[in-house]
């Protein structure tokens, strides 16, 4: 199956700073690649998505790249913000499945 | 509010009581996906519906636990017997195969289970 692996783990930056965070998937027939925002006791937010036939998207402050040729996507978030201090999780969608299988979450700390 | 609905939002129970959650997907969602989240990590796949279907199961969805989605609106998750290994966030997320967004799923607020 699908298997997505996340990095770094925490990520401290400086209010203003660009924040980046990376993904790597397993089944190169991926097609779909969303990226959650979660605040502490809260659900998870969409923030941003790719498909397998999109290298770049952006939205504001908030930008995703694929590169299906090494099977990694990371999220770039520039200007930040101390509101964007959450746990932000990549997922993958795998061949024929409508399940997203999520990485292991980055806790991104924006310091005032 | 029209988002995906989850009730209860708590739920502490002793080993070997059962339990059951609702979710109330967002109203013209026909797919309808259960998740669990455990502390510090992503939340891991349970199963699926497609309107009333239930069309994929995780091999983590052990025969303790069972999911209705009759007449493919809410939907129930009930675990049998259940263990302390349970204890978790319980996620409901719905989605459309319809319109212009027909991956995105839009999670609810989870049900926290305690199993003491």
């Known amino acids: 199956g699908e298997n997505v692996e996340q990095h770094p783990s925490t990520l401290s930056v400086q209010e203003g700073d660009s924040a980046v965070i990376k993904c790597t998937y397993s089944d190169s027939a991926s097609n779909y690649f969303p990226w959650y925002k979660q605040e502490l006791g809260k659900r998870p937010q969409l923030i941003i998505d790719?498909?397998?036939?999109?290298g770049e998207k952006k939205d504001q402050r908030i930008a995703v790249t694929l590169n299906k040729t090494a099977k990694h996507f990371s999220l770039h978030i520039t200007e930040t913000q101390p509101e964007d201090s959450a746990v932000y999780f990549c997922a993958a969608r795998g061949t024929g499945r409508r399940a997203l299988t999520f990485g292991s979450g980055t806790r991104l700390q924006v310091q005032p | 509010d029209t988002g995906v609905s989850q009730n209860p939002r708590h739920k502490i129970t002793k080993r070997g009581q059962n339990v059951t959650f609702r979710c109330d997907p967002i109203?013209?969602?026909?797919?309808l996906y259960w998740y669990r989240q455990t502390l510090g990590q992503g939340p891991e796949f349970l199963t699926y519906f497609q309107n009333e279907a239930q069309l994929e199961k995780s091999r983590l969805l052990s025969d303790r636990f069972s999911a209705e989605r009759p007449k493919g609106s809410f939907s129930t998750l009930e675990i049998q017997r259940t263990e302390q290994g349970d204890s978790a966030m319980y996620l409901c997320?719905?989605?459309?195969?319809?319109?212009?967004?027909?991956?995105?799923?839009?999670f609810g607020p989870g049900t926290r289970l305690t199993v003491t």
């Open positions: 790719i498909r397998s036939n999109v």
């Open positions: 997320a719905s989605s459309t195969d319809r319109g212009r967004t027909p991956y995105e799923q839009y």
């Open positions: 109203s013209e969602h026909n797919r």
